[in-house]
């Protein structure tokens, strides 16, 4: 049959690591003696292909039917699972706290109620105590159970103090549910509609942020309220271009967690968001000692990621990855930021099928800009085509757009003059299915459309005239949208003064006067 390096087994078994691998052997091997060797044949065959080939399967294991492979697949998949459990429960506390309950629930159908009762109560203050609401929850809910069905000569008052807590619990259910809610919302209007176009953009989407934080009180919510609340106030600033309050939210995001050193071992996922939310922020006000600062912090925490799970480790090198080219934009120092590419390119092909299509597309968009501010637009083009050809449909259609705006600058600076004028086609049928235009957009496609072919003494006017439009424009916030992303004005100086666009960067970095760069902020 076709091969497929999609299938879930198979994945699962490429995922592991050599200490996994030898605890799965010595697992199975004890607990499935009779029919470990077909197990193990098959996790050995599947470890050492580089694809999925079921043919090929069955070939090297004569003793497994095509009618038999389905169904060992799928006993081999549950104990890879039930292996990874037993030797990653002692670093996962919820877990832990999960195998306390299923242990209490086979005390109690043994009849030892007392024992299930007393595993419940330690376990149920080491589950509050991490914030773990709804195992809190399930577990009083078994304590009840046993109350209303057996006389356990428990203390007196004990109903009362039962229902107390599990109202307390159900409260701060409700309050972390409703504020990852709203963050999520926050967060879909983002990715959906991008920053507000105008004023009464930013009205509406300031009364869908009110109306669901309304009455909300900081100093009374719990420990992961507040994430979700910060979290919130962060992509409600960032879609409405107020990147000062952005960068106050995530950085009160970071602080939770600096105070509360252990909730990192609870949710590394959180702690790692909130930090690339900060040195995000920071890049884009240009707050670069600090951000130097952070980037360290997320360096030291990457080098321990994977001892969590590779699934953070993947996570923590895209924010840190991204924050280290953001930091090279930010200094104008793109040629030595092109010393990053080559691990880069090794992470996007060893992580291939665990990074979504988003990622990878700012990560292809940063490089290329990389290496068109390093004066390297070959490569830039190259780097670019990959965004181009991907058949992403409307995924990051911003991306999307600027990667065809820079490949068009980058051919100009070529001097391929004949394909641009097919680019600019090509462009302005991409342009014309997008919405909400800014100015700055506008103005920047229709000066390639009729300067990028003129006479070079009247391109230098037009690249002078254009900038000072640029700046008149950009007096209003929501005119200066498409800085996030292309730093068209520094472009502009360069070919003026003729001098490379990251000395313009550089300079403007050096006397403290730093202009927006290219970036993704999510």
């Not at 994977?306 to 930010?330: C, D, M, P, R, W």
Request: hydrophobic share 40%; glycine share 4%; charged share 25%.
């Amino acid at each position: 049959m076709p091969n497929s390096s999609h299938d879930p087994l198979f994945l699962l078994v490429k995922s592991l690591s050599g200490a996994e691998k030898r605890h799965f052997k010595l697992y199975i091997s004890r607990n499935q003696a009779n029919e470990a060797s077909k197990y193990v044949k098959l996790f050995d065959v599947l470890d050492d292909s580089s694809t999925y080939n079921e043919d090929a399967i069955l070939k090297k294991i004569p003793s497994i039917s095509r009618q038999q492979l389905s169904n060992i697949k799928g006993h081999l998949y549950g104990e890879l699972l039930t292996a990874l459990r037993l030797l990653h429960s002692s670093k996962n506390l919820e877990i832990q706290i999960r195998e306390q309950i299923d242990f209490a629930k086979i005390l109690y159908n043994r009849g030892l109620i007392l024992q299930a009762l007393k595993i419940l109560e330690k376990i149920k203050t080491v589950a509050r105590a991490h914030s773990h609401f709804i195992l809190t929850l399930e577990i009083l809910q078994f304590e009840k159970d046993i109350e209303a069905r057996h006389i356990t000569r428990s203390l007196k008052g004990r109903a009362g103090d039962l229902i107390e807590e599990t109202n307390y619990s159900i409260k701060q259910i409700n309050e972390v549910t409703h504020l990852s809610n709203v963050a999520l919302r926050m967060y879909e209007l983002y990715l959906d509609n991008g920053h507000v176009t105008d004023e009464l953009h930013s009205r509406e989407i300031e009364r869908i942020f009110r109306e669901n934080i309304d009455g909300i009180n900081e100093t009374q919510i719990s420990f992961f309220g507040k994430v979700y609340l910060h979290q919130s106030y962060c992509w409600f600033y960032i879609i409405q271009l107020d990147f000062t309050r952005y960068y106050r939210h995530a950085a009160k995001w970071v602080d939770l967690f600096t105070t509360h050193p252990e909730a990192k071992k609870e949710d590394p996922f959180l702690y790692v968001k909130a930090v690339h939310n900060l040195l995000n922020a920071l890049f884009i006000i240009g707050r670069h000692e600090m951000m130097n600062t952070e980037l360290k912090q997320l360096e030291k925490f990457y080098a321990v990621a994977a001892g969590f799970s590779e699934n953070l480790e993947i996570q923590t090198f895209v924010y840190l990855y991204t924050a280290k080219i953001n930091k090279h934009f930010l200094e104008g120092t793109f040629t030595e930021g092109l010393g990053l590419v080559p691990a880069i390119e090794e992470k996007l092909t060893q992580y291939q099928q665990y990074i979504d299509t988003h990622r990878v597309l700012v990560f292809y968009y940063k490089i290329a800009s990389l290496y068109f501010g390093s004066g390297d637009n070959e490569m830039a083009i190259v780097n670019l085509n990959k965004i181009i050809h991907l058949k992403v449909g409307q995924l990051r259609t911003d991306i999307q757009c600027f990667a065809r705006l820079l490949h068009l600058i980058a051919h100009y600076e070529l001097g391929n003059m004949g394909l641009v004028e097919y680019l600019i086609k090509s462009v302005y049928r991409f342009l014309s299915k997008m919405e909400n235009l800014d100015a700055v957009l506008t103005e920047i496609f229709a000066f390639l459309r009729r300067s990028l072919s003129s006479r070079p003494k009247d391109v230098t006017q037009s690249f002078i005239q254009l900038r000072d439009k640029l700046e008149t424009i950009s007096a209003s916030k929501y005119n200066r949208r498409s800085y996030q992303y292309l730093d068209i004005v520094s472009w502009l100086e360069s070919k003026i003064q003729h001098v490379p666009v990251q000395e313009i960067i550089r300079r403007k970095f050096l006397a403290k006067g730093l202009a927006p760069l290219p970036t993704q902020n999510l």
